[in-house]
């Protein structure tokens, strides 16, 4: 009788095992995809923000600011002060508008919420983690724009991403997919690089920016557009 109950007992664990096994293989692109763009976006931004919380900023974010500003020119400045309104009212919320605009007429809702949760949270999360971490910009030259808000992390670098990202993911089952990719990632450097340039944000407030916007857009994807991944070979 207690042979019997081993038995099956042991057979019980066997099934269980292997229906586990059955899932993950099931699932196994979705957990790859939860992993690397999630828990390690946000496992990053944790150790980053912890490296910053001190008062003193980091000596690679002002060597690298230190850098930049040597290279800088009334000319760049012109230049660089336009492309940095590119993360806000002159790029960032006039395309995420004709997006929903896009999808919302096109009936396709699922999209058009995505598109809107992605940039609405990134704006959120952003005013969020500035007010909790309450880092000061940086003040090491005069800046030919001036900000009020904290800086950690940074929110022009944390909507360019966002949007780059949303971009991306509604282009990947287009033959569009890598040109896209190109340019989002062009307009995510330009955007970002002009906060470093104009000394309105450390390095670090940039790669911040960076996690936080890929661990939620990414997992918004994995929960709204699960089959977004699908390339146009892979459908059906």
């Known amino acids: 009788m207690n042979e019997s109950r081993s038995l099956a007992a042991e057979r019980g664990v066997r099934g269980t095992v292997e229906r586990l096994r059955e899932r993950v293989r099931?699932?196994?692109?979705?957990?790859?995809?939860l992993f690397l763009g999630v828990l390690v976006p946000l496992c990053g931004l944790a150790l980053l923000a912890r490296w910053?919380?001190?008062?003193?900023?980091?000596?690679?974010?002002?060597?690298?600011?230190?850098?930049?500003?040597?290279?800088?020119?009334?000319?760049?400045?012109?230049?660089?002060?336009?492309?940095?309104?590119?993360?806000?009212?002159?790029?960032?919320?006039?395309?995420?508008?004709?997006?929903v605009i896009y999808f919302v007429v096109k009936r396709r809702s699922g999209q058009a919420l995505f598109v809107l949760l992605s940039m609405v949270g990134a704006w959120i999360l952003d005013d969020a983690a500035k007010a909790f971490y309450g880092r000061e910009r940086p003040a090491l030259?005069?800046?030919?724009?001036?900000?009020?808000?904290?800086?950690?992390?940074?929110?022009?670098?944390?909507?360019?991403?966002?949007?780059?990202?949303?971009?991306?993911?509604?282009?990947?089952?287009?033959?569009?997919?890598?040109?896209?990719?190109?340019?989002?990632?062009?307009?995510?450097?330009?955007?970002?690089?002009?906060?470093?340039?104009?000394?309105?944000?450390?390095?670090?407030?940039?790669?911040?920016?960076?996690?936080?916007?890929?661990?939620?857009?990414l997992g918004l994807r994995l929960v709204l557009l699960p089959r977004a991944h699908r390339s146009p070979r892979t459908r059906g």
Do not use: C, K
């Open 26 to 33: 099931r699932h196994r692109r979705g957990l790859v995809e």
């Open 52 to 99: 910053v919380v001190h008062p003193e900023p980091p000596a690679l974010d002002l060597a690298v600011l230190g850098w930049i500003h040597s290279h800088a020119s009334p000319g760049r400045d012109r230049l660089v002060s336009w492309v940095t309104d590119l993360g806000t009212w002159r790029g960032v919320v006039p395309i995420t508008s004709a997006l």
């Open 141 to 217: 030259w005069n800046s030919a724009t001036s900000q009020m808000w904290f800086s950690f992390p940074s929110g022009h670098a944390m909507s360019s991403m966002a949007l780059g990202t949303v971009l991306t993911i509604v282009a990947w089952r287009t033959p569009a997919r890598w040109p896209v990719l190109a340019a989002s990632a062009l307009f995510v450097l330009a955007v970002s690089g002009s906060r470093l340039y104009l000394g309105v944000h450390f390095p670090s407030d940039v790669v911040a920016a960076w996690l936080a916007s890929l661990a939620w857009v």
